[in-house]
């Protein structure tokens, strides 16, 4: 018996939407796993009363937007406050995903790099557009900080530069990996346990008692890392947002 | 394409076999190009929809049931703070009334006592009047009475020592002169 670590991250096609030039639009598991999160999004947060005294559901939802808008406020200032739904919804998306992909013989949108690209690269653009559109040219004094002597401004102006740029890279990789390296070795130590009671016999049973305890930590460290990932990206994106709404320091 | 099936279902050890995903060439799925489309468009559908229902609906009214609490509290409380400061005040204005009644309390009692100590001095000063009045009639009763009693002396003295010389020597004296000598006697 063999168990492919790989396998959970397979994309299948459920059934085909239409084509796009030569490529094929397909609803597939991973289609179907973003519907789940936003079908629970939704719940969350429309099912929920808005009562006074609010229930468990309505407490839930407003610790999510008084946990968001208080970020949001200590990063990016008030005026961060414009960008609420979008980190919101880059805060749910990712934290309800990962937290799906948790269950076992589910899919987790987040493992996939492209998603995480993009949605890298919708902030990346979200801050350069803005941060044009609302400073100008004073936008592009992020690159020259202060009190910075002239003879090393253009190696600090080239490190700001290409940090810039690289912002959506380690943005999308740091969420990409975390959750493909977290379920990678949580399906590798599961596996064990089912290879050694296969393999081994009765001490196979006795010696998978070790494995499964550490299948079991490790799902608790995947729930921490599921919500911790969520809460970095949510939080870097206000950090660049920032220098969107704040250039020049 | 063709090995996948056998080499999913298979016992053969390999830490990279291929599932039974039929159309992928082998691999690392994430890396797959041919899944890129298929992703990205459903990534975009479903992000613009949860865009959609976070900003147009869940937001606000969430926010609002927050907005509607802290109201709610800030009511309450500005009523509590009024409800106070208008007992603070009904206090204020009951120690001020209390301080006004005992202030008129006291000058009530002053004036009662000073009008009393006026009418009694009255009476007293009328009494003595009167009583001084009684005395100085007294006083003339008790002169015109020693007057007359002393007349009355004069002749019982005088009928005394007429009958007395009489006696002794048989002779009526004089009136006039037995007068004369009583009173040079009265007057030594």
């Given at each position: 018996?063999?168990?492919?670590?790989?396998?959970?991250?397979?994309?299948?096609?459920?059934?085909?939407?239409?084509?796009?030039?030569?490529?094929?639009?397909?609803?597939?598991?991973?289609?179907?796993?973003?519907?789940?999160?936003v079908?629970?999004?939704?719940?969350?947060?429309?099912?929920?009363?808005?009562?006074?005294?609010?229930?468990?559901?309505?407490?839930?939802?407003?610790?999510?937007?008084?946990?968001?808008?208080?970020?949001?406020?200590?990063?990016?200032?008030?005026?961060?406050?414009?960008?609420?739904?979008?980190?919101?919804?880059?805060?749910?998306?990712?934290?309800?995903?990962?937290?799906?992909?948790?269950?076992?013989?589910t899919?987790?949108?987040?493992?996939?790099?492209?998603?995480?690209?993009?949605?890298?690269?919708?902030?990346?653009?979200?801050?350069?557009?803005?941060?044009?559109?609302?400073?100008?040219?004073?936008?592009?004094?992020?690159?020259?900080?202060h009190?910075?002597?002239?003879?090393?401004?253009p190696?600090?102006?080239?490190?700001?530069?290409?940090?810039?740029?690289?912002?959506?890279?380690?943005?999308?990789?740091?969420?990409?990996?975390?959750?493909?390296?977290?379920?990678?070795?949580?399906?590798?130590?599961?596996?064990?346990?089912?290879m050694l009671?296969?393999?081994?016999?009765?001490?196979?049973?006795?010696?998978?008692?070790?494995?499964?305890?550490?299948?079991?930590?490790?799902?608790?460290?995947?729930?921490?890392?599921?919500?911790?990932?969520?809460?970095?990206?949510?939080?870097l994106?206000?950090?660049?947002?920032?220098?969107?709404?704040?250039?020049?320091? | 394409?063709?090995?996948?099936?056998?080499?999913?279902?298979?016992?053969?050890?390999?830490?990279?076999?291929?599932?039974?995903?039929?159309?992928?060439?082998?691999?690392?799925?994430?890396?797959?190009?041919?899944?890129?489309a298929?992703?990205?468009?459903?990534?975009?559908?479903?992000?613009v929809?949860?865009y959609?229902?976070?900003?147009?609906?869940?937001?606000?009214?969430?926010?609002?049931?927050?907005?509607?609490?802290?109201?709610?509290?800030?009511?309450?409380?500005a009523e509590?703070?009024?409800?106070?400061?208008?007992?603070?005040?009904?206090?204020?204005?009951?120690?001020?009334?209390l301080a006004?009644?005992?202030?008129?309390?006291?000058?009530?009692?002053?004036?009662?006592?000073?009008?009393?100590?006026a009418?009694?001095?009255?009476?007293?000063?009328?009494?003595?009047?009167?009583?001084?009045?009684?005395?100085?009639?007294?006083?003339?009763?008790?002169?015109?009475?020693?007057?007359?009693?002393?007349?009355?002396?004069?002749?019982?003295?005088?009928?005394?020592?007429?009958?007395?010389?009489?006696q002794?020597?048989?002779?009526?004296?004089?009136?006039?002169?037995?007068?004369?000598?009583?009173?040079?006697?009265?007057?030594?």
């Amino acid at each position: 018996m063999t168990i492919d670590p790989i396998h959970q991250f397979n994309i299948e096609p459920l059934f085909t939407i239409g084509h796009i030039g030569n490529h094929t639009i397909a609803f597939t598991n991973s289609s179907l796993y973003m519907l789940v999160a936003v079908a629970v999004i939704s719940i969350l947060m429309l099912a929920s009363g808005t009562q006074l005294v609010p229930g468990r559901l309505q407490s839930v939802a407003e610790i999510s937007y008084e946990f968001v808008a208080t970020m949001i406020r200590s990063n990016a200032g008030a005026e961060g406050m414009k960008f609420f739904p979008l980190i919101f919804s880059l805060f749910m998306f990712i934290c309800v995903s990962n937290l799906v992909g948790i269950i076992p013989y589910t899919f987790t949108v987040s493992s996939h790099l492209i998603v995480t690209a993009a949605l890298a690269l919708l902030v990346f653009f979200t801050v350069l557009i803005y941060g044009v559109y609302k400073n100008g040219l004073k936008f592009f004094k992020i690159f020259v900080p202060h009190g910075v002597p002239g003879y090393i401004l253009p190696l600090v102006m080239f490190i700001e530069i290409l940090s810039f740029f690289l912002r959506p890279v380690s943005h999308s990789v740091r969420l990409f990996a975390n959750m493909l390296a977290g379920h990678i070795a949580l399906k590798v130590f599961a596996g064990f346990v089912a290879m050694l009671g296969v393999s081994l016999g009765a001490i196979g049973w006795i010696g998978g008692v070790m494995p499964l305890a550490l299948t079991v930590a490790l799902t608790a460290l995947e729930l921490l890392v599921a919500f911790l990932q969520a809460y970095v990206f949510a939080i870097l994106t206000c950090i660049y947002l920032n220098d969107a709404l704040h250039p020049g320091h | 394409m063709a090995e996948s099936h056998g080499g999913a279902k298979g016992p053969t050890a390999g830490a990279h076999t291929e599932a039974d995903g039929g159309h992928h060439g082998g691999g690392f799925p994430p890396f797959e190009s041919s899944t890129f489309a298929s992703q990205l468009v459903s990534l975009a559908i479903f992000f613009v929809v949860l865009y959609v229902i976070v900003s147009k609906l869940a937001l606000p009214r969430i926010g609002g049931a927050i907005e509607a609490r802290q109201n709610k509290i800030e009511g309450d409380l500005a009523e509590a703070q009024k409800l106070k400061d208008q007992s603070d005040a009904a206090l204020k204005a009951y120690e001020g009334e209390l301080a006004s009644a005992r202030a008129r309390a006291q000058a009530i009692g002053n004036e009662t006592r000073e009008k009393l100590n006026a009418q009694a001095e009255a009476e007293r000063k009328a009494l003595e009047e009167q009583l001084a009045a009684k005395l100085a009639g007294a006083e003339k009763t008790i002169a015109s009475t020693r007057e007359t009693a002393m007349s009355n002396v004069r002749g019982i003295a005088a009928d005394a020592a007429g009958t007395i010389v009489q006696q002794l020597s048989g002779v009526v004296p004089d009136a006039a002169s037995v007068k004369a000598a009583i009173d040079a006697s009265l007057k030594g």
